[in-house]
């Protein structure tokens, strides 16, 4: 199966097209050009250089969140664009679980801590370890403080593999409390389009009426209102 991933739930963004037998092409930038300027034109130019068109691809993936309000509904838009006018099906998988494909060439039984800087204090984070060289859950997607998730790690007490956009502040945080940590190199350091493909290989394919921002919390503006409507 030769799958279209997409990814924009941060800064960077990427596409890549991977097959039964692994990546064929990626297209990553961490410029930080906005997503709608760039997204699709990355994979436009990928599908022209590898002499592919839409009609090559049977699965169109994304990241669908957590991640940045903005940049995971540019990514989903695009996709459900993409889906709609092409047919193909889709698949919305977890940002945090395809950023712990990042982890693969880690140890077997070894801890990969997801993080993206949910600001406020907090991390979006899941954690999961490797097994038979897949990433294995051992929590859902959440929204929490590093108080919980030094706990958390702690509590693990295996050294953890750190990933994601949120992995220097996360490992810079965890060593203050003495934990055992392992920052991932730059180019295993962020969310990337290759994930999303390894991970839409394992999750089932949706209608593109059924692709979905998830978020963890309510965006800025949500809160603001909720605050002038309550007073908090």
């Known amino acids: 199966m030769r799958i279209l991933g997409f990814e924009s739930s941060a800064k960077s963004a990427s596409v890549a097209i991977c097959d039964e037998n692994g990546l064929i092409s990626q297209y990553f930038q961490n410029s930080g050009l906005t997503h709608s300027r760039t997204l699709l034109?990355?994979?436009e130019d990928m599908l022209?250089?590898?002499d592919m068109s839409l009609s090559?691809?049977?699965?169109?993936a994304v990241a669908h969140g957590p991640g940045s309000f903005t940049g995971v509904r540019i990514g989903v838009s695009a996709v459900k664009g993409l889906a709609w006018g092409s047919g193909k099906p889709v698949c919305g998988v977890s940002t945090l679980l395809a950023m712990?494909?990042?982890g693969v060439s880690?140890?077997?039984?070894?801890?990969?801590?997801?993080?993206?800087?949910?600001?406020?204090?907090?991390f979006y984070n899941a954690l999961f370890v490797m097994r038979g060289g897949i990433p294995v859950r051992l929590c859902e997607d959440r929204a929490i403080g590093t108080a919980k998730l030094v706990e958390d790690i702690e509590n693990q007490k295996k050294p953890v593999f750190i990933v994601g956009d949120g992995a220097r502040l996360c490992y810079n945080t965890l060593n203050n409390f003495e934990v055992r940590t392992i920052l991932a190199p730059e180019p295993m350091l962020y969310q990337s389009a290759w994930g999303?493909?390894?991970?839409?290989?394992?999750?089932p394919a949706q209608s593109v009426h059924e692709l979905l921002p998830v978020y963890l919390r309510l965006s800025q503006a949500?809160?603001?209102?909720?605050e002038r409507i309550f007073g908090r």
């Open 41 to 43: 034109p990355m994979a």
């Open 48 to 50: 022209k250089n590898l």
């Open 56 to 60: 090559d691809i049977d699965l169109i």
């Open 100 to 102: 712990a494909y990042n």
């Open 106 to 122: 880690a140890p077997e039984g070894s801890i990969i801590c997801c993080v993206m800087d949910a600001r406020r204090e907090q």
């Open 196 to 203: 999303v493909c390894m991970a839409a290989q394992r999750e």
């Open 222 to 226: 949500e809160r603001e209102r909720q």
